[in-house]
């Protein structure tokens, strides 16, 4: 039953980056139920959801082909700096640690899924923004990334919205290219660390290639704000839960 619930969980993540993003969502609780431990269940989501987001941006190969707004190399330089940066933080957290902070990590994770849109618009419409700034809002952006991810590709989206892109399939290839490289860099970095349960990992890793590919073509039919509502409250839930029983 919990083999089933982990690969439920990883297909669904896989469709849910695709789309909307949020997947952490669905594999860090499946994994805590699973008995893995809060360090452990996020850098083993990590792992899980790397090769679906990888799988997807392939998916979305011919609208990548078609951004011209932003530089590719310096945008991934940066990610995967940032992503190694804030997955080694997370190695040198104690496991105590991490459990005090996890809640606030998932509300913050939350907060920011539920009206980062907004804040994006805010922000281009009030803010001119240069390519260097936004490269350096990208940086901490993946930062957060490698060190949680929860909420990190509504993160991604709204740097590239400050950059000018318009067009969301373009933008979500880009997010799934940008976040597979930064969590491809934490794995290294998780992996050498020992803090990865490989079993779990091993059998979320196929159901989120599969999710991954599948939800960059149902994309174009699904429309994103019914799966962005589902994935806010099922963060409010996990957020509520972690709360709940740190006290």
Not at 104 to 118: D, N, R
Not at 154 to 169: E, R, Y
Not at 191 to 219: H, P, Q, R
Not at 222 to 240: D, E, N, Q, S, Y
Request: net charge positive; aromatic share 12%; hydrophobic share 60%.
């Amino acid at each position: 039953m919990l083999t089933l619930l982990l690969i439920v969980s990883a297909f669904f993540a896989g469709v849910l980056n695709a789309v909307a993003g949020g997947g952490s969502f669905l594999t860090f609780p499946a994994l805590i139920m699973a008995g893995v431990p809060p360090l452990n269940a996020n850098a083993t989501s990590t792992v899980a959801v790397s090769p679906g987001a990888l799988a997807s941006a392939y998916g979305y190969r011919r609208e990548l082909g078609r951004i011209k707004e932003v530089s590719l190399p310096a945008f991934l330089g940066v990610s995967l700096i940032g992503g190694l940066l804030g997955a080694l933080l997370l190695l040198w957290t104690p496991q105590r640690v991490f459990e005090e902070i996890i809640p606030w990590l998932l509300l913050f994770a939350t907060v920011l899924f539920a009206f980062g849109p907004k804040v994006s618009a805010y922000i281009r419409r009030n803010f001119k923004v240069g390519h260097n700034t936004v490269l350096i809002v990208q940086f901490f952006i993946a930062i957060y990334g490698g060190y949680f991810g929860g909420g990190i590709g509504i993160l991604i989206l709204a740097t590239l919205g400050v950059f000018g892109l318009t067009d969301l399939h373009a933008m979500n290839g880009l997010k799934a290219l940008v976040s597979g490289c930064l969590n491809a860099v934490a794995v290294v970095a998780f992996a050498f660390g020992g803090a990865v349960y490989w079993n779990e990992a091993l059998i979320m890793m196929a159901a989120a290639v599969a999710g991954g590919y599948a939800g960059a073509a149902v994309a174009r039919h699904i429309p994103p704000p019914i799966l962005r509502k589902f994935v806010i409250v099922v963060g409010v839930a996990m957020t509520v839960y972690f709360f709940v029983t740190k006290g």
